[in-house]
């Protein structure tokens, strides 16, 4: 008799875990996590926001959470923030960097200082295998170095009437 209940053969290799996340990264995504947690409504930026900005400390994960909780969804973000359908999206995954004008529009829609987008810590890096999507579940810290060369180098010197 023809038995359909048949477990399969223990020929394949077992499925392994996926490496645990380092400690190291962990605490560092804490760090970042509780940063969000002091942000102050939008004001007037300063030589601070504009000197964060430029050495590319803004942080795509800041950005999406931002986003997220404000419900910002879809094109009417991109010209909130002065770009174009996808850039905010790649904003979000680290491939492109906002230039100073659009960093400015995107904290005041999400309504933080510009230096709430961005953390100390954090510093261009390039990845191998950044995601060209959003993913869920996915904790992006740092934007590629081309990128923010790209977008800085527009703007070399802080723009008129910051202090």
């Known amino acids: 008799m023809l038995n359909v209940f ?5 020929s394949a290799p077992p499925q392994t875990a996926p490496d645990p996340i380092p400690l190291s990264d962990l605490d560092r995504l804490e760090s970042f996590t509780a940063h969000l947690e002091h942000r102050q409504p939008f004001a007037a930026p300063n030589m601070v926001d504009w ?12 950005i ?7 419900q910002h969804i879809g094109p009417n973000v991109d010209a909130a923030c002065k770009a174009e359908e996808p850039e905010v999206d790649r904003w979000e995954t680290g491939t492109l960097y906002p230039n100073w004008e659009q960093t ?5 829609l999400v309504d933080v200082r510009v230096r709430d987008l961005a953390h100390r810590d954090a ?5 191998d295998h950044r995601p060209l999507r959003r993913q869920s579940r996915m904790a992006i810290l ?9 977008a800085t180098t527009e703007h ?5 009437g910051i202090s």
């Open 6 to 10: 048949r477990r399969r053969s223990n």
């Open 51 to 62: 000197q964060l900005w430029y050495d590319g400390k803004l942080v795509p994960m800041f």
């Open 64 to 70: 999406t959470g931002l986003l997220d909780l404000g």
């Open 104 to 108: 400015v529009a995107l904290a005041a």
């Open 123 to 127: 510093e261009p890096r390039h990845h």
């Open 142 to 150: 740092s934007f590629e170095p081309d990128a923010v060369h790209d």
């Open 156 to 160: 070399p010197a802080p723009p008129p």
